[in-house]
Nanobody
Framework: QVQLVESGGGLVQPGGSLRLSCVAS????????MTWYRQSPGKEREMVAQ????????FYAASVKGRFTISRDNVKNTVYLQMNNLKSEDTAVYYC?????WGQGTQVAVSS
């Protein structure tokens, strides 16, 4: 069964940090490029960051560039999202995507 499982969400104060993880399993070959999305209540799901299959190319949304870092460990079939200097507007459910497969999401809440 192909699946993506996210973890690492939680409640953090503004200016704090969190690291999200997404473990891929059941893929018969490399999951390929992997992407983090997020969705806040009442808003459309938006792409946050993407990393190529080999990890050499990355893309960030303007709203997170310079604060978030995406990386991957292809031995562990895991993609990470390091989030620093978090802001209240980063509050959302964060999802991992590979191909047409979505994870279940992990909640990030930034509040004092």
């Amino acid at each position: 069964q192909v699946q993506l499982v996210e973890s690492g969400g939680g409640l953090v104060q503004p200016g704090g940090s969190l690291r999200l993880s997404c473990v891929a399993s059941g893929f018969t070959s490399s999951p390929g490029a992997m992407t983090w999305y997020r969705q806040s209540p009442g808003k459309e799901r938006e792409m946050v960051a993407q990393i190529s299959t080999g990890g050499g190319n990355t893309f960030y949304a303007a709203s997170v560039k310079g604060r978030f870092t995406i990386s991957r460990d292809n031995v562990k079939n895991t993609v990470y999202l390091q989030m620093n200097n978090l802001k209240s507007e980063d509050t959302a459910v964060y999802y991992c995507k590979a191909g047409s497969v979505w994870g279940q999401g992990t909640q990030v809440a930034v509040s004092s």
